[in-house]
């Protein structure tokens, strides 16, 4: 028994060690946690800190860029509506006044193999050009002296053409001084001996060309709609009588094979024997009772009558 004494006063001194030595590590990890925690914040300030030191000619052109666009947006949307009604009136007004200062040529004949990248170049040095447009002929003209060749892909062939300067008085001199004479150029062209045809269009606007083409694709478009309408009409029809001649046919088929059985049923009825024929019976019919008057009515005698009539 007092052996058993010390042993288990040694095993005490034991745990209050163990125990001592593991607040002790739960202390040293608590401070390494909030050395590291401040460490990571002092960092992150600095960084801050750094940012905030730059200075905006340090920044690169596209952030520059961008500042500047926030900036007008904000601008605009600090300008009252009232204001900016009025930018976008002036702006129509200058607009329009730009269009009524346009002149538009046009073009009654355009050369083979010239396209709007060409006739831009040769018209390109008497003014400023704005737009172009070349009409396709659907009938190609045939240059004599050459025949096609199947290798290269044909071009496309213009028959007239618009042209819109920027100002009308040089629309009105470049048609005066060109009508008639010679395109020239390259002499290797193959329009180079060609003549202008073209003429100043007074009053005439670029919209009342567009207003003109899309008149044209709309006639286009409904003469194409009542074409498709006739020909699904004749479809019908056409399929409509198909199914008639069909009709029509399965029917007298079916007659004819009925034509055939009987004939044969009667062949065949003639050549049984009398016992084996279709009997048809015949049901005698009672005449009906006719009703006798003479029963039913008295009548009176003929002395009263002869009495009655005599003294009369």
């Given at each position: 028994m007092l052996s058993e004494e010390p042993k288990t006063a040694e095993t005490a001194k034991l745990k209050k060690n163990k125990a001592k030595k593991m607040k002790k590590d739960k202390k040293e990890k608590k401070k390494l946690k909030e050395t590291s925690v401040s460490n990571v914040e002092?960092?992150?300030d600095e960084q801050q800190d750094e940012g905030y030191m730059k200075s905006d000619d340090g920044l690169d052109e596209t952030d520059k860029e961008a500042a500047e666009v926030e900036e007008e947006k904000r601008e605009e949307n600090s300008v009252p509506s009232d204001k900016k009604k009025k930018k976008k009136k002036a702006k129509l007004l200058?607009?329009?006044?730009?269009?009524?200062?346009?002149?538009?040529?046009?073009?009654?004949?355009?050369?083979?193999?010239m396209d709007?990248?060409?006739?831009?170049?040769?018209?390109?040095?008497?003014?400023?050009?704005l737009r172009i447009y070349l009409t396709p002929s659907t009938h190609p003209t045939p240059v004599k002296g050459k025949r096609p060749r199947p290798s290269k892909v044909q071009?496309?062939?213009?028959?007239?053409?618009?042209?819109?300067?920027?100002?009308?008085?040089i629309?009105?001199?470049v048609a005066n001084m060109l009508n008639g004479e010679q395109i020239g150029g390259r002499k290797r062209s193959t329009f180079y001996y060609d003549l202008w045809n073209i003429k100043y269009l007074s009053k005439f606007k670029w919209d009342d060309l567009t207003e003109e083409l899309a008149y044209k694709s709309a006639i286009r478009e409904q003469k194409l709609a009542l074409e498709i309408s006739?020909?699904?009409r004749e479809r019908d029809f056409y399929l409509a009588k198909v199914d008639q001649s069909r009709a029509q046919s399965?029917?007298?088929?079916?007659?004819?094979?009925?034509?055939?059985?009987?004939?044969?049923?009667?062949?065949?009825?003639?050549?049984?024997?009398?016992?084996?024929?279709?009997?048809?019976?015949?049901?005698?019919?009672?005449?009906?009772?006719?009703?006798e008057t003479s029963q039913s009515?008295?009548?009176?005698s003929k002395d009263l009558l002869a009495g009655i009539f005599a003294g009369s």
């Open positions: 002092e960092e992150a200058k607009e329009a006044a730009e269009a009524d200062n346009r002149g538009v040529c046009y073009l009654s004949r355009v050369p083979p193999h709007h990248v060409k006739l831009r170049q040769l018209l390109s040095q008497y003014g400023e050009i071009e496309q062939e213009f028959s007239e053409g618009w042209v819109e300067f920027a100002r009308k008085g629309a009105k001199r006739a020909a699904r399965a029917i007298e088929e079916r007659l004819k094979k009925k034509q055939k059985v009987q004939q044969e049923s009667g062949t065949e009825n003639s050549e049984l024997p009398v016992s084996q024929k279709k009997v048809i019976r015949q049901v005698p019919q009672k005449k009906p009772v006719a009703v009515k008295p009548r009176l």
